[in-house]
């Protein structure tokens, strides 16, 4: 159990320290592309202001400081979470980051489940399969989504499923006059915990397409992980050996080769979260999704600096945790496996 | 040029490279206002836009600027991961480990979110997105140029050639490209194929600075609004693009040697 435990324990503090260093260098590469921009932020959060209102707005904001006491400032504000206005929406960030967030995270957790489950079944049918059409139909498929263009493939679902079959919404995240109820922000569970079920399915029918849209990549890069890792010679060598025991084809894939494959999806799912939260900004603007994404692009075309500072900050380390976390879950599930299967070997060889 | 996908792409490369010297009409003029949203037809090839120009014009140029902006996308991405190799292999022992942390935190973030923490600082423009999808891809190439590098400087015939007293210049270009070549041309294909896929998304955002620049993401941006009315404006600058990257695919996976199904 403690072999098990250190080597652990050293991976998680390896990973929040491999997650600090990230966090300081992101924060410190946004605070000076920030102080780099033409212009001073007091005439941004002003409008026309005097001499004096000027004087008092640095001191306040800080800005009369030297350049290492406004970063640590900035830290701290970020960790406290008082992250200023927004200029365009004149909001506070906070509250804008709560509207949007929670939106895209819907979209692109909903994509993962989509790929994962359709990247698992197709890889597992395409090596367990026979027939040489269904392969070629598996990696035809493989190919189309690893290379399309999502913002392309979305116009022609929408054209597919909205214009020609008239099964899907062309955009938005819920029908007029659906109002999200408080709850966790997702829209989906959120309305289903309200009781809400014809406006929940209204609110799931936007969301299909979208997230079916977005869950092309990562089933095929799952698929394809898949199939690589089923393609191993001692992948083959271990299927003989179980049904040379006698065991059930169902019992051998869904018990002992899906554990198998466990650890590399695991993998594949947590990479591509971060790619996720990428594609899901070239959704968004295909569906009309109302996320963090185009909240995110506008605010960086408009510089509207509180935004960029923070909620780009704040999503590149959702980012980078997350992939963070999945190579340390990957090498955590990759371990036991290991150790059960020498044990097991062991027990049979006695 | 065994690999008939690789003549393919060349083919499909050089017809894109010819929107630069070539179109049926000016791209930019706008000659048809009265015919504007009409269909395909034997004077329009792929119909009219909203603003009355020829749309198989607009998507040819748009499909040289999407190549030649990722060629050069591509260059300075290996230039990038080279110098970083260079860096990583040559520089002093406590830079290494600091690269290598550099690249493992950058190959985390989506290429867009490099292309936006960019533009927080730089202009929209067709050299920022250049550099957004050359150093989006830069860990990638880096990490592919390493192992290539690895695998081969311990080879017998490397050590052969040192001891024959090689030079450095002779030893990296008699010796070892030859052995690299194909692995580097392979991986100069990946990486041209994720630039022409990052700077259509970068430009499909609206990140290129001129609305009405002919890019195949930026064209399907400009036309969105008509996909309802008339979807060939729409499907066409994506259909391009699709062709051009899963020809790529196909050809590094064909020369990889993996088989089909």
Redesign the interface.
């Known amino acids: 159990m403690t072999g098990l435990l250190v080597p652990g324990l050293v991976r998680f503090v390896w990973t929040a320290i491999r997650l600090a260093a990230a966090f300081a260098a992101v924060s410190l590469f946004l605070f000076l592309a920030i102080r780099a921009l033409p212009g001073d932020p007091v005439a941004l959060r002003l409008k026309n202001p005097s001499p004096a209102q000027v004087a008092a707005e640095r001191e306040r904001l800080g800005l009369d400081r030297s350049a290492a006491v406004q970063y640590v400032r900035y830290l701290g504000h970020f960790v406290s979470g008082d992250w200023g206005e927004s200029v365009r929406t004149g909001a506070p960030v906070v509250r804008d980051v709560r509207q949007f967030l929670p939106a895209t995270l819907e979209l692109a957790l909903t994509a993962l489940v989509l790929g994962v489950t359709g990247g698992v079944v197709l890889g597992l049918l395409a090596e367990a399969a026979r027939a040489a059409w269904l392969k070629r139909t598996v990696f035809a498929l493989g190919m189309v989504g690893l290379t399309v263009p999502i913002f392309w493939i979305g116009f022609l679902f929408l054209l597919a499923g909205s214009l020609w079959l008239g099964w899907f919404p062309p955009g938005g995240r819920a029908g007029p006059g659906i109002e999200a109820p408080a709850g966790t922000g997702f829209l989906v569970p959120d309305l289903l915990l309200a009781g809400r079920w014809g406006d929940a399915g209204n609110a799931l029918r936007h969301l299909l397409l979208p997230s079916f849209c977005l869950s092309l990549l990562p089933a095929a890069q799952v698929c394809t992980t898949l199939r690589a890792r089923l393609q191993d010679p001692r992948v083959g060598a271990l299927l003989t050996a179980l049904r040379a025991r006698g065991l059930s084809p169902a019992a051998i894939w869904l018990r002992h080769v899906l554990k198998l494959s466990a650890g590399p999806v695991v993998t594949v799912a947590g990479t591509n979260f971060g790619i996720l939260l990428g594609g899901a900004v070239l959704t968004e603007t295909v569906f009309s999704w109302p996320g963090m994404g185009r909240y995110l692009v506008g605010a960086v075309l408009e510089r509207d600096i509180y935004v960029v500072q923070n909620a780009l900050l704040l999503v590149i380390m959702m980012v980078l945790t997350i992939v963070y976390t999945s190579d340390q879950l990957a090498g955590w599930l990759r371990q036991p496996a290991g150790s059960a299967g020498r044990e097991r070997d062991r027990g049979g060889a006695g | 040029m065994k690999n008939k996908f690789d003549i393919l792409v060349l083919i499909v490369l050089l017809l894109a490279a010819a929107g630069w010297v070539y179109t049926p009409h000016d791209p930019m003029e706008q000659a048809f206002l009265d015919d504007r949203l009409s269909g395909p037809g034997a004077e329009n090839w792929l119909g009219v836009d909203g603003l009355g120009r020829d749309f198989a014009s607009r998507v040819w140029r748009g499909a040289a600027n999407t190549v030649g902006m990722a060629a050069a996308a591509t260059v300075l991405c290996l230039l990038v991961a080279l110098a970083l190799l260079a860096l990583e292999q040559g520089g002093p022992g406590w830079v290494r480990p600091g690269v290598r ?2 690249v ?2 950058w190959i ?6 490099v292309g ?2 960019l ?3 730089l202009h ?1 423009s067709v050299p920022t997105l250049v550099l957004a999808a050359s150093l989006g891809s830069a860990p990638l190439a880096f990490r592919q140029c390493r192992a290539l590098w690895l695998e081969q400087r311990h080879r017998l015939y490397v050590t052969a050639s040192i001891t024959l007293g090689a030079s450095r210049g002779h030893l990296l270009r008699r010796t070892l490209w030859p052995n690299l070549r194909i692995d580097f041309r392979a991986l100069a294909k990946l990486v041209f ?1 994720l630039c022409v ?1 990052e700077l ?2 970068l430009a ?4 290129i600075g001129d609305p009405d620049f002919p890019e195949l ?1 930026s064209l ?1 941006r400009q036309n ?1 609004t008509y ?2 009315r008339q ?1 060939s404006l ?2 066409w ?3 391009v ?2 062709v051009i ?2 020809l790529i ?2 050809s590094n996976i064909r020369n990889s040697g993996t088989r ?2």
Do not use: N, R, T, Y
């Open positions: 942390g550099l493992a935190a985390g973030i989506p290429v867009l979110f936006l923490l533009l927080v600082f929209p194929a896929l259509s998304g499909f955002l609206g990140l993401g399907l969105q996909l309802f979807a729409v499907v600058p994506g259909l693009l699709f990257l899963l695919q196909l089909i199904g």
